[in-house]
């Protein structure tokens, strides 16, 4: 295939037609070669079906489930949707494509929102989800599964030996996906973030060559800390094909609470107090603002007060008798007395005193997103899903207050409904906005003001999200053009073909050298 493919480009004619039928012959030998690279690592007869390049799930890896990517066409250049079983078939795939210079990019499980999955320049998008392999090391209390792992999946195979993995994005992501994008969800008070939950990780390079990032020990002190550069990459340094993860106890004893308040003011100034209050207990602390809660009553036909509210849960290691009930009522009776010392709705507080209790009362916050889709259709009786826009800011803890409800007053002046979302203990909030074609633009406008607002005190403009192509536009103000060098150095020393997952995080080329390009062009004419 190697021969064919050189003899091709060494004949080609200057004719235009004879181009196209050229380019159509080398597209022919790279689906060839795609092939041959998995047929090479798997007995199975079927191999080369897992090479798509038509068909519904061909259709489906054009996209993701964002909205706003500001990008026309979507993924409609792809070339093929390659499924790979194993990180020895994605050395192969990267390594063909690093020999055709085809842009490879990774999915796991789909469920991004910046586009970060999706092949706007064309080539190979690297299907991850059947590296399914996982097992535990109990001593090490850690597990060690493939990149396509879906995080319900994990904790279904860790649950009868007593384990979590601790991070909850609302979306059932893959752990792969959580690792490249810092997806981490709504646990990330007492478990920490996606990223401070990976110890290790298997990464195939631009070189199609693996690596393993960090050995499994607690302390490593040995060169320069690859697990932190792949982590939050998105795929533009290399493909993430095998984690090894941080696991807890499954909790013995579960309690939690719903609160409700007069503003989100009020809201979040209660968490701030409880977040410096030392509730070792407390698992999870979210928000809905009114809006969230009318869309809950209105999509899922729960009966809420529309006004902000507070979601509560409380977790012990030890059974409610051994002791797990009295410890976490002691730390929800605290929170009830900051949230009373902040204009709380006292007469509406529900509480939960066991697990079949609390997951009934947490199902609006979790179906936030969904329902901000359907929302309006239910209302006007199209029962049509709207686009949505996911706002992902996240500001220091010691401005939250303001900032929530600096976010809501800007929204209200722009006339755009504001369905908020948010991790409320962790500083990140999303803004859901339900908005149409025909309102895009105003819509972009409010999400500079939203992310601006953000960076003036302190905070980012994605928290969990990651920057895919959505982002790219807001972090040279959040870094600096000096420090986004630096990343775009690193991606060039190891990726100099630019073929990992190419327009994505950051530009190839500085805004600065491309004006430097330009000027110099001009001084030759």
């Not at 060494?10 to 030998?29: I, P, T, V, Y």
């Not at 929302?375 to 199209?382: E, K, P, V």
């Not at 991790?423 to 074609?437: E, S, T, V």
Request: net charge neutral; with cysteine.
């Amino acid at each position: 295939l190697r021969r064919q493919r050189q003899m091709c480009i060494r004949d080609r004619s200057s004719s235009s037609s004879s181009s196209r039928k050229e380019e159509c012959e080398e597209n022919e030998f790279f689906i060839e070669r795609l092939r041959e690279a998995l047929t090479d690592d798997d007995d199975d007869d079927d191999a080369s079906s897992r090479v798509h390049t038509t068909g519904e799930f061909f259709e489906s890896c054009k996209r993701d489930m964002g909205n706003t990517h500001g990008r026309k066409g979507g993924g409609e250049r792809t070339e093929a949707v390659v499924q790979v079983k194993t990180t020895r078939e994605v050395e192969n795939i990267v390594r063909a494509c690093a020999e055709f210079k085809k842009p490879v990019v990774p999915r796991g499980a789909g469920t991004g929102l910046e586009g970060g999955c999706v092949a706007y320049f064309g080539g190979v998008v690297l299907d991850v989800s059947l590296l399914k392999t996982m097992s535990m090391d109990e001593m090490q209390r850690t597990a060690t599964v493939g990149a396509g792992v879906l995080k319900n999946e994990l904790n279904t195979f860790l649950e009868p030996y007593g384990f979590i993995f601790g991070p909850d994005p609302s979306s059932n992501p893959s752990v792969g996906g959580m690792a490249s994008t810092g997806g981490s969800g709504l646990s990330t008070l007492k478990y920490g973030t996606s990223k401070e939950n990976i110890v290790s990780m298997k990464v195939v390079t631009p070189k199609g060559e693996c690596i393993e990032t960090r050995r499994n020990v607690r302390k490593s002190s040995t060169g320069y800390e690859l697990n932190a550069l792949f982590l939050g990459a998105e795929g533009t340094l290399g493909v993430i094909t095998e984690l090894t993860v941080k696991l807890f106890p499954i909790p013995k004893t579960r309690v939690g609470a719903v609160v409700q308040f007069e503003t989100v003011r009020d809201a979040a100034e209660t968490v701030v107090l409880a977040r410096n209050a030392n509730l070792e207990t407390l698992l999870r602390c979210e928000m809905l603002n009114s809006e969230g809660v009318q869309v809950s009553n209105v999509v899922f036909k729960t009966k809420m007060i529309e006004t902000p509210t507070l979601f509560l849960e409380f977790v012990d290691s030890k059974l409610p008798d051994e002791g797990g009930y009295e410890r976490a009522k002691a730390d929800y009776d605290r929170f009830i007395e900051l949230a009373t010392s902040k204009n709380c709705r006292k007469s509406t507080i529900q509480f939960a005193k066991n697990a079949d209790e609390l997951d009934s009362i947490w199902e609006a916050r979790r179906g936030c997103y969904l329902g901000a889709m359907r929302y309006r259709g239910i209302q006007l009786g199209t029962h049509k899903k709207e686009k949505v826009y996911v706002g992902d800011v996240c500001v220091p803890i010691s401005k939250l207050a303001d900032s929530i409800a600096n976010a809501e007053r800007l929204f209200k002046r722009a006339r755009f409904p504001c369905v908020m979302c948010c991790h409320i203990a962790d500083g990140n909030y999303h803004c859901l906005i339900p908005f149409n074609d025909d309102n895009e633009k105003e819509l972009h406008k409010l999400e500079e003001e939203l992310v601006n607002a953000a960076l003036d005190v302190g905070g980012v403009a994605s928290g969990e999200h990651g920057v895919g192509v959505g982002k790219m536009k807001h972090i040279v103000r959040e870094h600096g053009e000096a420090h986004i060098d630096i990343q775009r150095s690193i991606k060039k020393a190891l990726d100099p073909l630019n073929i990992m997952n190419p327009g994505k995080v950051i530009s190839w080329t500085s805004p600065s050298s491309s004006s430097s390009s330009s000027l110099r062009s001009r001084s030759k004419l």
